[in-house]
């Protein structure tokens, strides 16, 4: 069932992150970024065809069964914005992700990840937006996300930057809690889980899996399970 986009859906998300103790990572040896999770309202079935060139970027990708790459059937009520990357970035190409990138000098992470969402899809908030914060997670590549949750107030026209965003989607919320999400898988690489959030026909992995599974338990159901120690996997680690 999709989640109806009201104010108390609002107060609620905003509630569960002010009741929350947040855990902040601190690491010299990373680069700070933030991403935005921005609640937006969406219409069941606007998604039928994915407007990606997905085929171009899965030729020889193993695929699990019945998975073929493609976002497609995911909207419907509350949603979340997610994006393809370009594939032409020299990081992460082609890789699912939330509107986010490096904190600049002298920048607060709220200002960081508005900034990163007007750039990356053109859709301009103000501070007053920001519902509250989820926990840091610690990358592979260098970095310390701190995921920003915002209210994007409706639908939000969206305008995708072509050098960084090849494609942006209105994820309902209820495809968060999915009966088969999330699934944890083991490598050879690492002891820690790899965590997978399946959403279309594709996985969603950390870092921005792991966002997004905070969301849902803290955000949706009122769970204080950390994330920070899940894993990504091997092909995000550079």
Same mark, same amino acid.
């Given at each position: +069932?999709?989640?109806?986009?009201?104010?108390? =859906?609002? #107060?609620?998300?905003?509630?569960?992150?002010a009741?929350?103790?947040?855990?902040?990572v601190?690491?010299?040896?990373?680069?700070?970024?933030? &991403?935005? &999770?921005?609640?937006?309202?969406?219409e069941?079935?606007?998604?039928?065809?994915? @407007?990606?060139p997905?085929?171009?970027?899965?030729? !020889?990708?193993? #695929?699990?069964?019945?998975?073929? /790459?493609? +976002?497609?059937?995911?909207?419907? /009520?509350?949603a979340?914005? *997610?994006?393809?990357?370009?594939?032409?970035?020299?990081?992460?190409?082609?890789?699912?992700?939330?509107?986010? !990138?490096?904190?600049? %000098? /002298?920048?607060?992470?709220?200002?960081?990840?508005?900034?990163?969402?007007? %750039?990356? *899809?053109?859709?301009?908030?103000?501070?007053?937006? +920001?519902?509250?914060?989820?926990?840091?997670?610690?990358t592979?590549?260098?970095?310390?996300?701190?995921? $920003?949750?915002?209210? /994007?107030?409706?639908?939000?026209?969206?305008?995708?930057?072509?050098?960084?965003?090849?494609?942006a989607?209105?994820?309902?919320l209820?495809? *968060?809690?999915?009966?088969?999400s999330?699934?944890f898988v083991?490598?050879? %690489?690492? @002891?820690?889980? $790899?965590?997978?959030?399946? *959403?279309?026909?594709?996985l969603?992995?950390?870092?921005t899996?792991?966002?997004?599974?905070?969301f849902?338990w =803290?955000?949706? %159901?009122?769970r204080?399970?950390?994330?920070?120690?899940?894993e990504?996997?091997?092909?995000?680690?550079?």
């Open positions: +069932m999709t989640i109806i986009y009201d104010e108390a =859906l609002r #107060m609620r998300v905003r509630s569960n992150l009741s929350h103790r947040r855990r902040e601190v690491d010299p040896s990373k680069r700070h970024a933030a &991403v935005a &999770v921005v609640l937006v309202d969406s069941i079935g606007e998604d039928r065809v994915d @407007p990606a997905v085929d171009d970027w899965i030729d !020889g990708r193993p #695929m699990d069964p019945g998975l073929d /790459g493609r +976002m497609v059937d995911v909207s419907g /009520g509350a979340f914005l *997610l994006c393809r990357r370009a594939s032409r970035l020299r990081a992460h190409a082609a890789q699912w992700a939330l509107p986010g !990138g490096r904190v600049d %000098e /002298g920048e607060t992470v709220v200002d960081a990840a508005l900034r990163e969402l007007d %750039e990356e *899809l053109g859709v301009r908030l103000a501070p007053t937006s +920001m519902l509250g914060l989820l926990d840091d997670y610690p592979r590549s260098g970095y310390v996300i701190t995921p $920003v949750v915002v209210w /994007g107030g409706g639908r939000l026209d969206l305008r995708p930057s072509p050098d960084e965003v090849v494609a989607y209105r994820v309902g209820h495809q *968060l809690q999915r009966g088969d999330p699934r083991d490598i050879p %690489e690492s @002891p820690r889980p $790899v965590v997978q959030i399946p *959403l279309g026909n594709d969603i992995h950390a870092p899996g792991a966002v997004l599974l905070q849902r =803290l955000c949706l %159901e009122g204080d399970d950390p994330v920070d120690q899940l990504q996997p091997v092909f995000a680690w550079k």
